[in-house]
């Protein structure tokens, strides 16, 4: 996966798609994914671009969303301040964390589209309000395909934040049922101090000559 890297351009219009446009280094071609792209394997792995940090999909009209219960689970402690201690090399995939007890809401959401690979989707959200240090993160998701099987399911394993609750650093794991495999993906911080100037984004860095010039 070394070197892959992904624009995605998410419009308000609630009818409109996506954009999305990777360059793929074992080809050396910029790829634009449509439709079913976006729930196909990333470069042989269990991880797809509509399931990054648990659900990506965009929402639109056809699905259906009901709350199916909102109750306690054990779910990986939220880092504050920013947990920096995780090692792939000297931990492997999966290391001890500590654990805690949290409200979730769990949804169910309803696809209504054949074409589309999962029928539907249950996603478990932090359910503590942001007053009482809630943060509304996806901690767990699971995906059903077509005949209404479960596939698949990923989410969070170790989640840190700043002080001021900003999301800094994730370890990913991605599961398929159906094939017996699982993918791990530690994660770059995606929040910085003073960002802007450590990290000044440009009109284009929106633009596939600028994901060329990220991508070499």
């Not at 990986?76 to 090692?87: E, L, R």
Request: proline share 5%.
């Amino acid at each position: 996966m070394k070197g892959f890297i992904q624009l995605r351009t998410r419009y308000w219009e609630i009818g409109k798609a996506d954009e999305s446009y990777a360059y793929i280094p074992a080809i050396r071609r910029v790829r634009r994914l449509t439709g079913v792209d976006n729930t196909d394997p990333l470069l042989g792995s269990d991880c797809v671009p509509d399931d990054f940090e648990v659900w990506r999909q965009k929402l639109d009209s056809r699905m259906k969303i009901r709350v199916l219960e909102h109750r306690d689970f054990l779910v990986p402690k939220m880092y504050v301040p920013f947990y920096d201690g995780y090692n792939y090399k000297k931990h492997g995939p999966c290391f001890q964390v500590e654990w805690e007890i949290r409200p979730q809401w769990v949804l169910e959401i309803k696809i209504n589209d054949p074409n589309y690979a999962y029928s539907k989707r249950i996603i478990y959200i932090d359910g503590v309000s942001l007053g009482k240090g809630g943060n509304f993160r996806l901690n767990w998701g699971e995906q059903y395909d077509q005949k209404g099987r479960l596939w698949k399911s990923g989410g969070h394993m170790t989640p840190s934040a700043d002080k001021q609750g900003f999301q800094r650093m994730f370890n990913y794991v991605y599961m398929n049922y159906q094939t017996d495999h699982y993918t791990v993906v530690s994660c770059s911080p995606d929040h910085v101090e003073d960002f802007a100037k450590v990290f000044p984004l440009k009109d284009e860095f929106f633009t596939i000559k600028g994901l060329l010039k990220r991508a070499q």
